[in-house]
């Protein structure tokens, strides 16, 4: 009985990672902007393209996978 509880315990504790409708939308975005700055880049944008990428990659991905 005690190790079915310690058990029941650890499972309890184990992290997961579960996408709700926030982190999907976040990771469109990011995907989004990311496809943007690139299609900028190619244009020949040397200011706005960067940043695009940079806020994609740098900060909406990263928030899509954490919240």
Known sequence: M???RQAVAIQAE???LRFT???LILLAVA???????????SKGSNVAAPLLLVLGY???LPA???L
């Open 31 to 41: 995907l989004a902007v990311i496809a943007i700055g690139y299609v900028m880049l």
């Open 2 to 4: 005690a190790r079915r």
């Open 58 to 60: 740098a900060v909406l």
């Open 21 to 23: 409708p926030i982190n």
């Open 64 to 66: 899509a996978i954490i």
């Open 14 to 16: 184990k992290p997961s």
